[in-house]
């Protein structure tokens, strides 16, 4: 039997954690729970610190279907006006995190989503009128002009994944997002940091944490 896991590396930051349950809900919350209580495993105690910022949250994913698992996850809390900045190492799961997300928000598992790299941004409508950008700046030299891409006005009407927003220039970020780094670890898993930058994602954050945390509580209670 293949083994799989999840494990959340460390939890820090952030003042007040809401008492709220978050919700996922239909066939796509169940299968998400099956996921995660199959493949994941509480390694080290998630605590919140009270006061600390920016809020951050990090994971590591053993295999590819995990980090797939994790978008999943992270797609039941996006919508308009939503971005996502997703940095780290080329082949480090930037794409195969949003190819999860992407199949998620279309509750299609076998959805062709490819990388964005060539044609800069793939759209997705996944509901009429709201839109997925899912895009690839890594072949823009930084600090070009990002106006063909329709950044910055896209931000408010579509959510957006961005691949290495490092090329961007400070006055084409989004004024909140969710800050993802990802790092290829010695044996071959991924070390992902989740951070909210700005108020929007502050208020996110903690519930999505909230909702992975119910799931790897449960896989313990299995297991
Ligand atoms: N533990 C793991 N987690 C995720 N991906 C893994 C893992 N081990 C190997 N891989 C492989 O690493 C690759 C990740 O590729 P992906 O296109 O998602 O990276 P990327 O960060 O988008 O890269 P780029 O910067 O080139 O766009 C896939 O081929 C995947 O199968
Ligand atoms: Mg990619």
């Known amino acids: 039997m293949k083994r799989v896991t999840l494990a959340v590396a460390s939890a820090v930051a952030l003042g007040g954690v809401p008492s709220v349950a978050a919700s996922l809900h239909g066939s796509f919350r169940r299968q998400v729970a099956r996921r995660f209580c199959r493949s994941t495993r509480l390694s080290v ?7 600390a910022t920016p809020l951050s949250w ?11 698992s994790l978008g999943r996850c992270v797609a039941e809390f996006l ?3 939503d971005v996502i900045l997703l940095k780290g190492d080329l082949g480090a799961g930037k ?7 992407i199949r998620a928000k279309f509750d299609d598992e076998s959805m062709r989503v490819t990388s964005p790299s060539y044609l800069l941004d793939n759209t997705y409508e ?7 950008h899912h895009m690839d700046l890594y072949r823009l030299p930084t600090g070009c002009d990002l106006s063909m891409l329709g950044i910055p006005g896209i931000y408010a009407s579509s959510l957006c994944l961005i691949e290495w927003p490092q090329r961007m220039s400070a006055d084409h970020l989004p004024p909140t997002y969710l800050e993802m780094d990802f790092k290829i670890n010695a044996d071959e898993s991924r070390r ?4 909210a930058r700005g108020a929007r994602w502050e208020d996110k954050l903690p519930q999505l944490v909230k909702e992975t945390q119910e799931r790897l509580a449960a896989e313990e209670e299995d297991s």
Do not use: H, Q
């Not at 794409?95 to 997300?101: E, H």
């Open 45 to 51: 105690g998630t605590e919140w610190a009270s006061g």
């Open 58 to 68: 990090e994971v590591t994913c053993a295999t590819d279907e995990d980090i797939e």
């Open 79 to 81: 919508g308009t006006a």
């Open 95 to 101: 794409t195969t995190f949003s190819r999860g997300l």
């Open 126 to 132: 996944y509901d009429e009128g709201l839109y997925i």
């Open 192 to 195: 992902i940091s989740l951070t």
